[in-house]
């Protein structure tokens, strides 16, 4: 499975650093369910996707919305379980992150993101 970093270039800040690539049916479909939590840096980048649900998880998490050029459209802070997001066809992918970490790195609507290749 392809680990990436992710880095908020307007903010020169690094949102994670194991983040997890779902980007075939399956794993888009299975995302982060069985999984009791995300640990600080990691997350997963769901592409394609416009918009995420929670059903089925056991903890919070902060959706970070992108268009096509990985500039962050729309942000889901605390997203409980059994929630479901807004749709929206200019949404391309997501990033799913520790809950309180938009908080944390200061991302904010406008913001690019760059999806790294991280070293083994």
Request: glycine share 10%.
């Amino acid at each position: 499975m392809q680990v990436l970093q992710v880095i908020n270039q307007t903010r020169n800040t690094v949102v994670g650093d194991r983040i997890t690539v779902a980007d075939s049916s399956l794993s888009r479909m299975i995302g982060l369910l069985g999984r009791s939590g995300l640990s600080e840096g990691e997350g997963l980048w769901i592409r394609p996707s416009s918009g995420v649900h929670t059903v089925g998880m056991r903890f919070s998490i902060d959706v970070v919305g992108l268009n096509k050029d990985k500039r962050v459209i729309k942000l889901w802070k605390n997203l409980r379980p059994y929630r479901v997001t807004s749709v929206s066809v200019a949404l391309r992918s997501v990033v799913e992150l520790p809950s309180g970490r938009i908080a944390s790195c200061m991302v904010q609507v406008g913001d690019l993101f760059e999806f790294k290749a991280t070293q083994a």
